[in-house]
């Protein structure tokens, strides 16, 4: 079988306000997942569908796309999604899912499925790469949002990514020298994204807004010490926090934690970065939050 990979990402600054086209840096993490395949001239127009996260088998699909039926899953559910992705690649697709070839494809999500680093971007991105189609459609189409997990697994680096006027983006060497200070919290739960984004949406927002958030991740990406990356987190999560109407991070489960601390991505799941002080290790630990990961942990 042959194996496509794609990272999973980071996204460092501008949630949420990415919608509307503020300008994002995120990042690629050393985990993703993969998508291994292979082809038999049966006639049979079959996708014989398995998927594993950390290599155990947790969705098994026989998927007619000749008339696009599940034959049998252990899963109808993730099932239906997966056939309604697959639909999706035949539309946009020359060359799969054309005749009556048979596919056998295995995904797998090397990372936990609620660490929320991209188990769908890294879905999309692989398909796409595999049926020689635009990712960003397929994703847009699929499952909607900015895109720019899209874009971090398609270039397998970090970038900065602007979804209006018109979707840009380009590849940055993001390595800051202060990066063995910082720490990547996980907050043991999964955040809704769509349900983040609706409640953002639900807000007035405006080009001042925008240009905030873009100005601020570029001071975020060309500064040069920790005690600057600090203040510029902190004041990116407080005025995001007065905009949403939502506590930080930091008032919700850190009151009195020394350093700032970051939402990343939808607000009250997923990871949280801040930077190392004093016993940081027992502090976290004693709140509740083990999941502990240096930069060099969970950064390519």
Not at 34 to 49: G, P, V
Not at 292 to 300: A, G, T
Request: proline share 3%.
């Amino acid at each position: 079988m042959k194996r496509i990979f794609s990272p999973g990402k980071l996204m460092l600054t501008s949630e949420y306000v990415a919608v509307d086209g503020a300008l994002v840096l995120a990042v690629p993490t050393k985990l993703g997942q993969e998508l291994f395949y292979s082809e038999t001239e049966d006639q049979k127009s079959l996708i014989l569908w398995e998927a594993y996260h950390q290599n155990q088998l947790w969705l098994k699909a026989t998927i007619d796309y000749k008339n696009w039926k599940i034959v049998e899953t252990n899963d109808y559910k993730a099932a239906e999604f997966i056939l309604k992705v697959l639909k999706n690649v035949q539309n946009l697709s020359e060359i799969k899912l054309k005749s009556d070839t048979s596919y056998h494809i295995k995904t797998n999500l090397q990372f936990p499925s609620d660490f929320g680093l991209g188990s769908s971007s890294t879905l999309m991105t692989n398909l796409a790469e595999w049926a020689d189609i635009d990712a960003f459609i397929l994703n847009e189409i699929s499952l909607g949002g900015s895109g720019y997990d899209v874009a971090v697994a398609k270039e397998k680096s970090a970038i900065l990514y602007s979804r209006f006027p018109e979707r840009t983006y380009h590849k940055i060497d993001f390595n800051p020298s202060f990066k063995e200070e910082l720490i990547f919290i996980h907050l043991n739960q999964k955040q809704d994204t769509r349900e983040g984004i609706f409640h953002y949406k639900s807000k007035p927002t405006s080009t001042e807004l925008i240009n905030q958030y873009s100005q601020l991740t570029k001071n975020i990406v060309n500064c040069q010490n920790l005690e600057e990356f600090s203040e510029l987190m902190t004041i990116h999560e407080q005025n995001l926090s007065d905009f949403l109407g939502i506590p930080t991070v930091k008032e919700k489960y850190f009151k009195n934690c020394p350093v700032y601390v970051k939402s990343l991505g939808a607000w009250g799941g997923d990871f949280v970065l801040t930077s190392k002080f004093g016993d940081y290790e027992s502090y976290f630990k004693s709140q509740g939050f083990s999941n502990i990961f240096s930069w060099d942990d969970l950064i390519n």
